[in-house]
């Protein structure tokens, strides 16, 4: 799944029941799908996976705000654009 999400922004979806690797890549200036944000770009992973589930009728899900904060709660690491 692939979002684009302006700063500010907030975006709401839907995600099928598994496991997923959240994965971002940041800038300033957005250069499109292709370049992203040129060779500035920051490739970062979070370094938990994220389980979507159904328990009894409920789904479980997350909610994800992408500010960095010292002492934040999702830690996570930076990429290569080639581990990206």
Do not use: C
Not at 20 to 39: D, H, I, K, V
């Amino acid at each position: 799944m692939t979002m684009f999400i302006r700063p500010g922004s907030h975006i709401e979806t839907k995600a099928p029941l598994g496991l997923y690797r959240l994965r971002y890549a940041s800038g300033n200036r957005w250069q499109g799908e292709t370049e992203l944000f040129g060779p500035d770009t920051v490739y970062s992973e979070a370094e938990k996976t994220f389980e979507f589930r159904r328990t009894g009728d409920q789904a479980e899900g997350y909610s994800v705000r992408l500010i960095f904060q010292t002492d934040g709660n999702l830690a996570t690491k930076l990429l290569s654009a080639t581990q990206f």
